[in-house]
């Protein structure tokens, strides 16, 4: 019987278990990459374990624990064991990020367990060539701005490497200064990440770029490969001192990524409106949707 007991935190070592599972076993929600989670570590206290070959996390936010499905083949037993440690949970939603093929074979071997959309965590997946080409009129506005900050400002693109990580991070201190990360808890959590990512970039097999304006970096971003057609941009920032830069790294990141993938995964909204407007400007090939179960439903 799976018990609390047989999780342990997730260690940066712990990254060949994952990425051998995922090889046989691909993700479709960026939050279960292993970069993701040993990144946000601080924030959700994920831990695991392995149950006839499926891989099982749970998180702890602000001491509200919260289960996700195996991902493994399909096996009823392995739920069932998942929705036991679940029903022990007085969390609102201790059953979540279930997408959507998840949702289907659940649905149908457990009938009476409702699923409930949550939309602040459906992620965004774009054309990798609309977003680096910016193709007719859909995308005008967008390309003419990108067009204005062109031709008011001249930058270079570098790869992130070990010779620039340091700016990079100077940078991001700086991003955080601006954003007054210290006044948003979320916010002081997501720097803990990005530094984080940026200090083991390599151990993570990460990759990134960065915009240079005037010599100094202005601009960042960090993306790594999801599957095979699908590339996930985790971080993406820029001064506040640019007009429209954001478009600029945006637009030439996805030239990069366009090379070898179909898709860009840009990954959730939060429910922050201006986010998500921002986000469907982009106009999305297609979302990753992703549901709780109703706790009422699980304990039936």
């Known amino acids: ?13 712990d990254k060949e278990i994952f990425d051998k599972h ?25 831990c695991y374990t392995f149950l006839k070959d499926s891989l099982i996390i749970f998180t702890r936010i602000e001491n509200q624990l919260r289960f996700r499905p195996p991902v493994g083949k399909i096996n009823k037993d392995v739920f069932q064991e998942i929705l036991n440690l679940a029903k022990k ?12 093929l998840t949702k289907e074979w659940l649905s149908e071997i457990f009938p009476k367990l409702k699923c409930i959309p949550h939309r602040g965590y459906f992620e965004y997946v774009y054309s990798s060539s609309d ?5 007719g009129s859909r995308y005008a506005k967008i390309r003419n701005r990108l067009n204005k900050f062109k031709r ?11 010779e620039n990580i340091n700016e990079v991070k100077k940078f991001l201190k700086r991003w955080c200064i601006w954003k007054d990360c210290e ?29 240079r304006i005037n010599g100094n970096v202005e601009a960042m971003a960090v993306y790594e490969k999801m599957n095979s057609d699908t590339a996930v941009i985790h971080y993406e920032k820029a001064s506040p001192d ?27 909204d939060l429910d922050v409106p201006g986010l998500r407007k921002a986000k469907m400007s982009y106009h999305p090939h297609h979302m990753v949707e992703v549901f709780h179960i109703d706790r009422e439903s699980l304990l039936k």
Not at 131 to 135: D, E, F, H, Q
Not at 152 to 162: G, L, P, Q
Not at 186 to 203: C, D
């Open 242 to 268: 640019y007009a429209e830069i954001y478009k600029a790294i945006n637009a030439e990141t996805a030239k990069i990524l366009q090379k070898d993938f179909d898709f860009i995964n840009r990954e959730s």
């Open 183 to 211: 006044s948003d808890p979320l916010l002081e959590y997501e720097k803990k990440a990005v530094i984080y990512s940026m200090s083991h970039f390599s151990e993570l097999e990460l990759s990134g770029i960065i915009l």
């Open 131 to 135: 977003l680096a080409i910016l193709p």
């Open 152 to 162: 008011n400002n001249s930058y270079d693109v570098e790869s992130i490497s070990k």
């Open 89 to 100: 949970e007085k969390t609102k939603y201790p059953l979540g990020l279930i997408d959507s």
């Open 22 to 46: 995922y090889d046989k076993y691909p993700v479709l929600h960026s939050d279960y990459l292993f970069s993701t989670i040993i990144s946000w570590m601080d924030y959700a206290n994920y």
């Open 1 to 13: 019987m799976l018990s609390i007991s047989d999780f342990k935190p997730v260690k940066l070592e």
